[in-house]
């Protein structure tokens, strides 16, 4: 997976329908979720999209399995697992992330329907994370 400053990088070159073309492309790099993990336990509320987050870690680092049922939601899905992806827990609970999307300015870019779980998304995000940090690590 793409670094989000990569991600910025090439995110702040493009406009308008571009910029949609990348988030449908990063949301079709997303590692594959298994469907059997697709479950109401997954589903993130909040979303105009189905929008399904399974967190995991080793060690201590988070990683994510993500989906969605459409297209440019799965890339705003993908930038938002790309702020956090394998990244220590402890980290990834006193990260700003909102601050890290913010160069991206989803709000003014997307629809507010489209963007509307976003901050459901991180808030499942910093939970996670939190609860891992404070439990300790596992391998």
């Known amino acids: 997976m793409r670094t989000l400053d990569d991600i910025r990088e090439e995110y702040e070159f493009l406009e308008g329908d571009e910029r949609y073309r990348l988030l ?11 469907e059997a993990l697709k479950t109401d336990a997954t589903l993130v ?7 399904w987050v399974y967190p995991t870690e080793r060690n201590g680092e988070l990683h994510f399995l993500a989906d969605s049922n459409a297209a440019i939601t799965k890339g705003i899905v993908a930038l938002v697992i790309a702020a956090v992806q394998d990244k220590p827990a402890a980290e990834v609970a006193a990260m700003d992330v909102t601050a890290a999307l913010a160069p991206f300015d989803l709000k003014n870019q997307l629809s507010s329907n489209r963007t509307q779980g976003v901050p459901n998304m991180i808030a499942l995000v910093k939970d996670h994370a939190a609860r891992i940090a404070q439990s300790g690590p596992t391998s």
């Open 45 to 51: 509320r909040g979303c105009s999209a189905a929008v």
């Open 24 to 34: 449908i492309e990063l949301g079709r790099e997303l590692e594959p979720m298994p």
